[in-house]
């Protein structure tokens, strides 16, 4: 796999000095998040959203390195549950499991995609 973003780890700093600014730190870059306190009114505190935005974008390295491994135990689950699918066609339960392991590979795929840019 090539990569093409900052390669973790990432962390998250509160840089705002009272500017309502905060930040996440990729390697040697930082991305810059702003919120505006006044917007409370909408019925959120917009700070405590921002700080989770900016965990979650800092993890994100971690989450996709996650995906790929996730990706290929789900890939030896399908092809385990295919085998026991035609090992018992006539199994009900070996047809479910096997739906299931192919519904979570599709969606470990699609998030790893849309993570490169490739969805």
Do not use: Q
Not at 23 to 51: C, I, L, Q
Not at 69 to 94: I, M, Q, W, Y
Request: hydrophobic content about 40%; proline content about 5%; charged content about 25%.
């Amino acid at each position: 796999m090539s990569v093409e973003h900052t390669p973790g780890p990432w962390s998250t700093a509160n840089d705002d000095g009272g500017n309502g600014l905060l930040s996440v730190t990729m390697g040697h870059d930082k991305a810059w998040m702003h919120f505006n306190p006044s917007v409370s009114s909408f019925g959120y505190d917009p700070t405590e959203e921002m700080r989770a935005n900016a965990r979650l974008i800092a993890a994100a390295p971690e989450l996709l390195e996650a995906l790929e491994n996730a990706e290929v135990l789900c890939t030896a689950c399908v092809a385990r549950d295919r085998t026991e699918t035609k090992r018992r066609p006539h199994s009900t339960g070996a047809k479910e499991i096997l739906a299931r392991s192919e519904a979570c590979l599709a969606t470990v795929r699609a998030a790893i995609a849309k993570a490169r840019g490739e969805a």
